[in-house]
């Protein structure tokens, strides 16, 4: 057949001598004759390929009694490495995987060594941590690292956790720690999928649920993936550990008379663009007082006046200094949706030239 080259090594040395063959001009080379069952004779050297048998071990050479002897496969052979429960096999460079074995991530088993990587629709990374002699490890709590050794963090703790305990709690030997991916927790009380993680501060070691918006303090750890009325042990698809970022924006106006003395009375609207709560509000001024009132109305056709007032009675006032800050909002409706619009209502003012006022909003 034209550019296929057969080579049939069925002669030997002694006829022939040494032969060199050019292959390059080639689109394809089959090396050894394809048969589907042993030749009854043949030549001492002579090889074949069986088109029967898998890749790789189906290659035969003749040895010198008219038998046939299975060439090496050039895949390492070296001694398999197996999980724990037999889900994972490795060969040289060959991996399988037993699915079967991967039903729940309480189930999952992964690779031997004091670093895991756990394979299958559970997956997960993990480390072997030394438990403390004492406190220990409890199974499915979170564990914190304290002198190279793991044990249940206190109801303070707020950072600092490596993961979720999977096996081998307890004061001696070494815990089993998930830190990515599937892992069972104990949580303090009801959950909603898809919102975050955190520590407990009301019962030491468990998962409590913090929300669907990231927390602007402590550890967050992952995410519940299911909703639940009550405290239990659910599954949590674990991430890298991160700190909550502050995400505290504001917003507010600044009365400049230009030299001259504020006049009470004077409005100024701004519209909001995202959605947060009021945490905190801060007035600064060159000199005397001021009392300032806040309005608030959704987005429309309108402006909001007094009556939209979210100060209910107390009101933001600066009676001596020249800069206040306060987080007391009794009474305030604190909620501010995206787009709102705000009034900044001048309420009082004594003396003062200039006046900044600005809302602390945590979104």
Same mark, same amino acid.
């Given at each position: 057949m034209k550019n296929i080259l057969l080579l049939l090594l069925t002669v030997t040395a002694a006829a022939f001598g040494q032969v060199t063959v050019d292959? =390059?001009?080639?689109?394809?080379?089959?090396?050894?004759?394809?048969?589907?069952?042993?030749?009854?004779?043949?030549?001492?050297?002579?090889?074949?390929?069986?088109?029967?048998?898998?890749?790789?071990?189906?290659?035969?050479?003749?040895?010198?009694?008219?038998?046939?002897?299975?060439?090496? =496969?050039?895949?390492?052979?070296?001694?398999?490495?197996?999980?724990?429960?037999?889900?994972?096999?490795?060969?040289?460079?060959?991996?399988?995987?037993?699915?079967?074995?991967?039903? =729940?991530?309480?189930?999952?088993?992964?690779?031997?060594?004091?670093?895991?990587?756990?394979?299958?629709?559970?997956?997960?990374?993990?480390?072997?941590?030394?438990?403390?002699?004492?406190?220990?490890?409890?199974?499915?709590?979170?564990?914190?690292?304290?002198?190279?050794?793991?044990?249940?963090?206190?109801?303070?703790?707020?950072?600092?956790?490596?993961g979720v305990v999977i096996s081998g709690a307890g004061t001696a030997g070494n815990a089993r720690i998930a830190t990515q991916g599937w892992a069972n927790c104990i949580f303090d009380g009801a959950t909603t999928a898809n919102h975050y993680i955190g520590i407990s501060a009301s019962s030491a070691g468990k998962c409590t649920d913090v929300g669907a918006a990231l927390p602007s303090t402590g550890q967050v750890l992952g995410i519940v993936t299911t909703t639940n009325g009550g405290g239990g042990t659910y599954a949590v698809l674990l991430q890298p550990p991160t700190i909550g970022i502050s995400r505290v924006k504001s917003f507010g106006y600044s009365f400049d008379g230009?030299? =001259?003395? *504020? &006049? &009470?009375?004077?409005?100024?609207?701004?519209?909001?663009?995202?959605?947060?709560?009021?945490?905190?509000?801060?007035? *600064?001024?060159?000199?005397?007082?001021?009392?300032?009132?806040?309005?608030?109305?959704?987005?429309?056709?309108?402006?909001?006046?007094?009556?939209?007032?979210?100060?209910?009675?107390a009101k933001p006032v600066i009676s001596s200094g020249t800069a206040l800050r306060s987080t007391t909002l009794t009474g305030w409706t604190t909620a501010v949706a995206a787009n709102d619009i705000i009034g900044i209502n001048l309420n009082a003012v004594a003396s003062a030239t200039y006046l900044n006022f600005s809302l602390e909003c945590l979104q």
């Open positions: 292959n =390059s001009g080639a689109a394809q080379v089959v090396p050894w004759p394809l048969v589907v069952q042993f030749p009854g004779v043949c030549k001492y050297g002579q090889v074949i390929q069986r088109s029967d048998l898998p890749i790789g071990s189906n290659i035969y050479q003749c040895g010198t009694h008219n038998d046939w002897n299975q060439v090496a =496969s050039s895949t390492s052979t070296g001694a398999a490495i197996t999980s724990n429960d037999g889900s994972v096999t490795v060969v040289g460079s060959d991996l399988s995987v037993n699915p079967a074995l991967f039903a =729940s991530a309480a189930g999952n088993t992964d690779l031997s060594g004091a670093n895991k990587v756990g394979l299958g629709g559970n997956g997960f990374v993990s480390v072997s941590i030394p438990n403390e002699g004492t406190t220990g490890t409890t199974l499915n709590l979170l564990a914190i690292l304290t002198a190279a050794t793991a044990k249940v963090p206190l109801t303070s703790t707020t950072s600092g956790i490596v230009g030299g =001259s003395a *504020l &006049s &009470s009375g004077v409005t100024k609207y701004i519209t909001v663009p995202f959605a947060c709560a009021i945490t905190a509000w801060d007035i *600064l001024v060159d000199t005397g007082t001021g009392t300032i009132d806040v309005w608030k109305i959704a987005t429309g056709t309108v402006i909001p006046t007094i009556s939209n007032t979210i100060t209910a009675s």
